[in-house]
């Protein structure tokens, strides 16, 4: 399923926004618990949960951060809007305890043209910057690569499946700039599309809209690739069908020698998860930490994102809603954003998700 968004500055008008999620239940009397302010924040994988250092559950309940995965593209900046720790309290404010950060692989790994000045070291240092930020304020952090592209085309969109031709070396450098980092997770591909399930395990010849024939990398070599660093973080999976469908997510996931592995799902009220898709959800959750990385709705409301909420709060399933950004265009149902400012005025769709929080923090 495909919704085409009206987004900022250009910024993904090629990426349809899509859904899903779960989490295993929780023991009777677990508790489920944010990282500590001013502590240096710490997850991991046990069993069917995502845990702290104390071996206790954590259920992320945080937001999206876009912006760092097309402006140093586009030529303009390194982010869109502040990376301040101003900023960051006001998502504190609503009693976020994760944030995910948005990536560019050819900004990361600084070639096919882009600028020095925002790409490479430079790019590398930004993100490291407002990473260091985000854990400052007790916060967990999952490292998304959002977009990517084959051969020496730019990054602009979110082709069918990861390149082998630069993700699996973005994932090297990821992986070994972050793996004595454990506040952070990493979420090796944001939405699988258009492919079967061998080809996202394995990799396979395929082709995208704009970025033309090229070969994928499936998720063993994307696994491999962090493992292969000695980095043991999380990391996530997201299913197909632009990470709505889980359904051969168990059958084809590949070896993790860390296993720490976490199954990923998009959910948005234009691409839903009804009874069958919870169902494959609970399902896998109860083997393996399940995360909505993404959940949000194109309508301005709350209608949908409410009663998935409650469902995924009875289950100790994470949940990040998008995306926390504002002005450029970003309106709530364009993008959709939950913020009308960066001092975290809410939208209408962010109101909903604020008061939930609050009501469960």
């Not at 070291?121 to 592209?149: D, F, H, Q, T, W």
Request: aromatic share 8%; net charge negative.
């Amino acid at each position: 399923m495909q919704l085409l968004l009206s987004e900022p500055r250009g910024a993904r008008l090629t990426r349809p926004l899509l859904v899903l999620l779960v989490l295993a239940a929780l023991p009777v009397g677990a508790a489920l618990v944010p990282p500590v302010a001013g502590a240096a924040p710490w997850i991991g994988v046990k069993g069917n949960h995502l845990v702290d250092r104390s071996g206790r559950p954590v259920q992320l309940r945080g937001v999206n951060r876009s912006g760092s995965e097309y402006a140093c593209q586009q030529g303009w900046g390194l982010f869109d809007g502040p990376d301040t720790m101003a900023s960051i309290e006001a998502m504190k404010s609503w009693r976020v305890n994760s944030v995910r950060v948005a990536l560019n692989e050819t900004c990361w790994l600084g070639i096919d043209g882009i600028a020095p000045s925002l790409g490479g070291a430079a790019y590398r240092a930004a993100i490291r910057s407002y990473v260091a930020k985000l854990e400052r304020a007790g916060l967990y952090v999952i490292l998304n690569l959002e977009l990517a592209a084959p051969g020496e085309d730019q990054a602009t969109s979110i082709p069918p499946m990861a390149d082998a031709d630069h993700a699996p070396d973005f994932w090297r450098s990821v992986a070994a700039e972050y793996k004595a980092d454990h506040a952070v997770l990493f979420d090796l591909y944001t939405e699988p599309h258009d492919i079967g399930w061998a080809c996202w395990e394995h990799g396979c010849q395929t082709e995208g809209e704009g970025v033309g024939s090229y070969r994928a990398a499936g998720m063993a070599e994307l696994v491999a690739a962090v493992r292969s660093t000695g980095a043991r973080q999380p990391v996530l999976l997201g299913g197909l069908d632009w990470s709505l469908d889980l359904g051969g997510w168990l059958s084809h996931l590949p070896p993790d020698p860390a296993h720490a592995e976490v199954a990923s799902n998009h959910t948005y009220d234009f691409a839903a998860c009804g009874a069958g898709c919870r169902a494959t959800l609970a399902g896998i959750a109860r083997r393996y930490p399940v995360v909505s990385g993404e959940i949000g709705e194109g309508d301005c409301g709350d209608s949908y994102i409410d009663p998935y909420m409650d469902w995924a709060d009875r289950h100790g399933i994470s949940y990040l809603a998008w995306a926390w950004d504002a002005g450029g265009g970003w309106t709530c149902d364009g993008g959709p954003s939950l913020i009308t400012d960066y001092d975290g005025t809410p939208t209408a769709f962010g109101a909903g998700f604020r008061e939930h929080l609050r009501e469960v923090g």
